[in-house]
């Protein structure tokens, strides 16, 4: 009797991974299986092997048909991998999570090659309406940090040591999270913003100014001329002074036309440096530990070189009252951003977001890891071996449809936060206050009785805020690179952008005649007309962004609780 035909069946299993393992991944095994009685013995005359229609099991791609057979088996394959997603949502995510996570590794990988970013609080001293006091809270006090997607209130933060080896792999080895500090300011009635830094043991308010390349506090070595201040004078620290011979010192004295070292000019290095006002500050350079937030909620504690202001003359008493020195931020290597890139810390990039309220909020961030990806215009940073201001060039500039004449063929515009106000050339500062007469015919009356500034306007309405005005002038348009409107990248400051409200209840124009301010030729971008902005200066790819914004915090640090408030 002939034994029944062998029965053979094709099997393929394919094993996920368990989910709380997805990194196991998943094995996929095919086999067949027949019931024979002794799977090893060959039988090359079985009629299953002689007779298999080929076509049974594979259809003849060359027939008519096929490409509908391919298209359906393709729909059947896609439906089903369907079917199995809405069945087994969480399978499906695990692998997706298990992609982004392998990219995420590869992300991170790169940013350990990556420096890292500080974002300083900046403060006014006064407020409008009461004094707001700014205690001296002690650095492990509680702050904000954002890890892994959790909040935590740090109340022990490790100081973390950094000397004058600090590599860029160290620097980034630090773990990822979110510092957000709060601040505030205005530009009138006192018309300074500044942050508070501790070097040493003790902090100090430092007026921000990226027109200025030192960074100075009032120092008691002994003073010979000092404002009371708003903290303590800060005393150097013995060997710390900086020796002439050093290259730091060569930077600073190479623009100085004389030199003041009385006696072991060796030992130190003097400096002086003269304001846009005439007031100057006198003294020496020396090194001290400066405590500095990163980002990521550790503090950077290091030797920075700045100066030890023992000499101080002119208007500039007058902001020490409020303040205890300058925070230099310009592109000179011993300003404070430039120190901290020279050792890797963080990469040459500057912004800083002062609030337009009164009591708003603002910030500074050194590093370009808060800078954001998009929504932010970008222009080619005027770049020079001996200019170390933020400036750009303009091609056209214009009040409403009306042209604003430069003295040559372009202009430039310099970014300076030690600057109230911004200042106009006067051929361009002149015709816009010939523009700026309509407004007397529209509602508005020239008010010579208030000094707050040189053109003010009483109005027959009462003034809360600059929106209640903006209706009478018009905005301001900066045209920068090409002189074709439509390729062209524009800085628009609308009225709020260059209009105060003064004690009196008027509105007065923050744009002053600048013919004795700089070299009498270029625009100064002062506060007033940087509010409400945040400010990018990219000294690595040599440009400089702004954007608008609420300068509430960093749009990259955009989570769901408010400022710790002080």
């Known amino acids: 009797m002939e034994p029944p035909p062998q029965q ?73 991998v369907a079917f199995y997603a809405s069945v087994f949502p969480d399978t499906v995510q695990m692998f997706r999570v298990y992609d982004e996570r392998g990219d995420r590794d590869r992300d991170e990988e790169a940013d ?69 500090l709060p601040v505030a300011g205005d530009v009138f009635p006192n018309g300074l913003y500044f942050t508070r830094i501790l070097v040493g043991s003790h902090y100090f308010y430092l007026d921000i100014d990226t027109g200025s ?51 072991n000019c060796e030992q130190q290095c003097d400096y002086e440096i003269e304001y846009a006002d005439l007031s100057s500050s006198l003294g020496v350079l020396t090194k001290d530990e400066f405590h500095i937030n990163l980002h990521n909620g550790s503090v950077v504690d290091l030797d920075i070189v700045f100066g030890c202001g023992y000499d101080q003359q002119g208007l500039l008493l007058n902001t020490l009252v409020k303040t205890d020195g300058i925070l230099g931020l310009s592109r000179a290597k011993i300003s404070l951003p430039s120190q901290l890139a020279s050792r890797g810390i963080i990469s040459n990039v500057v912004g800083h977001c ?42 056209k500039m214009s009040y409403g449809n009306g042209m604003l004449s430069f003295d040559g063929r372009v202009g430039k515009v310099l970014f300076d936060t030690g600057s109230s106000y911004t200042y106009f050339p006067n051929k361009a500062y002149s015709q816009l206050v010939k523009s700026l007469q309509e407004v007397s015919g529209i509602g508005l009356t020239l008010d010579e009785s208030d000094k707050t500034l040189p053109i003010c306007w009483q109005t027959d309405f009462r003034i809360s805020s600059l929106s209640d005005v903006r209706r009478f002038f018009r905005p301001i348009t900066l045209q920068i690179g090409s002189k074709w409107w439509i390729i062209s990248r524009k800085l628009v400051l609308q009225p709020e952008d260059y209009l105060i409200i003064s004690n009196k209840g ?29 400010i990018v200066y990219d000294n690595v790819k040599r440009r400089i962004g702004w954007m608008r914004s609420d300068c509430v915090r960093p749009r990259d640090s955009d989570f769901s609780v408010p400022f710790v408030q002080v």
């Open 8 to 80: 053979a069946h094709a099997v393929v299993i394919i094993t996920l991974p368990p989910s709380h393992d997805p990194s196991q991944g998943k094995t996929i095994s095919a086999f067949t299986l027949t019931d024979h009685p002794n799977p090893e013995t060959s039988q090359p005359d079985h009629p299953l092997r002689q007779n298999l229609d080929p076509g049974l099991w594979l259809p003849d791609l060359s027939s008519a048909g096929s490409p509908r057979l391919v298209l359906s088996l393709i729909a059947i394959s896609l439906l089903a």
């Open 112 to 180: 350990r090659r990556e420096t890292t970013s500080f974002v300083f609080p900046v403060y006014h001293k006064l407020g409008a309406a009461a004094p707001r006091a700014i205690p001296d809270r002690k650095l492990a006090e509680v702050v904000v940090v954002k890890s892994g997607g959790i909040l935590v209130e740090s109340i022990d933060r490790e100081l973390v040591k950094v000397n004058d080896a600090f590599s860029a792999v160290a620097a980034a080895s630090f773990d990822s999270s979110t510092t957000i």
């Open 213 to 263: 390349d030192l960074t100075w506090v009032q120092c008691d070595a002994p003073c010979r001329s000092c404002a009371k201040g708003a903290n303590q004078l800060y005393t150097p620290r013995k060997g710390m002074l900086v020796r002439s011979a050093e290259s730091l010192c060569v930077e600073v004295q190479k623009h100085q036309a004389t030199q003041h070292c009385e006696k």
């Open 354 to 395: 002062l609030p337009s309220d009164q009591d708003g909020e603002g910030y500074i961030i050194m590093g370009s890891d808060l800078v954001p990806s998009h929504g932010i215009t970008w222009v080619p940073m005027l770049h020079h071996s001996h200019l170390e201001f933020y400036q750009m060039q303009v091609s």
């Open 506 to 534: 008027n509105v007065c124009l923050g744009i002053l005649d600048g013919s004795s301010v700089h070299d009498g030729s270029t625009i100064i971008l002062g506060d007033v007309s940087m509010r409400g902005h945040l």
